[in-house]
């Protein structure tokens, strides 16, 4: 009986004991995976803080470059109101209904005299309302007279005018905002791709055995006149120009042919 208590009394201390030692070993494992938690929570925290950095710093570049492409788009529109590009319309006093032309003027033709072995090669588009400063001062000096249409009644047709001979050749200033390059092409009625066609006519310069030489010049096919202007007083003349074949390719050139012309712009 005395062994049976004892027994019991020092096995009950033993799983005492045991009990115990299991019991602070798991609350020491508890308190490490605490510390572990934490630590971990503390390196997240800390990203995270990072992270909120990068995102504020990419949130004040976005700022930034929406900015600066607001100055970008604005430098561009501004480039674009002073950009563009001008020719003459030749022989009408409108420009051509493409798309952003507008008239800057018109006005009448004008250029050196015929017989003239000097002066200017270029034909000019005059300005109806001069503005005159210092004259009657004397001197040498060149004339500017107007331009009158030759020999030209079966080549246009009558859409503008009756009759052509001796009538005033008038001409429009146009701008072009949205394209910036302009070029004649002589013996072509159509432009090159990605060019657009602002009209078509036919190539003009001064008669070849008159002194006074004149630059081709792309007259509309469907020409307008001077009011009031028929009176053979000449001036600067303006013939048609005709293929000569020989050291002209012909083909694809014809002989006698009018020379047809495209304005284009891009």
């Known amino acids: 009986m005395f062994c049976k208590v004892v027994c019991f009394s020092i096995f009950g201390s033993i799983f005492l004991s045991l009990a115990h030692s299991q019991d602070e ?15 971990r929570v503390s390196v997240t925290e800390a990203q ?3 992270t909120q950095t990068r995102l504020t710093q990419a949130d004040v570049k976005l700022q930034q470059a929406e900015m600066n492409a607001a100055a970008l788009k604005t430098q561009l529109t501004t480039l674009k109101d002073n950009s563009g590009t001008t020719f003459v319309h030749w022989g009408r006093t409108s420009c051509p209904g493409t798309p952003s032309t507008t008239l800057v003027y018109s006005g009448a033709v004008g250029g050196t005299h015929y017989t003239s072995q000097g002066g200017a090669a ?21 004339g500017m007279y107007g331009t009158e249409y030759q020999d030209l009644d079966n080549l246009f047709g009558t859409k503008n005018a009756a009759k052509f001979l001796d009538n005033d050749v008038v001409c429009a200033v146009c701008h072009v905002a949205s ?5 004649m092409i002589p013996a072509r009625r159509e432009c090159q791709p990605g060019w657009t066609k602002e009209y078509e006519g036919y190539l003009m310069t001064s008669y070849e055995s008159h002194a006074g030489k004149k630059l081709f010049t792309c007259v509309d096919e469907n020409p307008e006149v001077a009011r009031g202007s028929f009176e053979d007083k000449n001036g600067a003349l303006m013939y048609r120009v ?7 390719q012909c083909p694809n050139y014809v002989q006698g042919r009018e020379l047809t012309c495209v304005v284009c712009t891009k």
Do not use: F, M
């Open 122 to 142: 270029d034909y000019v588009c005059l300005h109806p309302n001069p503005q005159w400063n210092k004259y009657g001062q004397g001197g040498t000096s060149s």
């Open 242 to 248: 005709i293929a000569q074949c020989g050291s002209l």
């Open 25 to 39: 070993d798991a609350i020491t494992k508890l308190q490490n995976a605490v510390l572990v938690l934490q630590h």
């Open 48 to 50: 995270l803080e990072k």
């Open 179 to 183: 394209r910036s390059s302009q070029i």
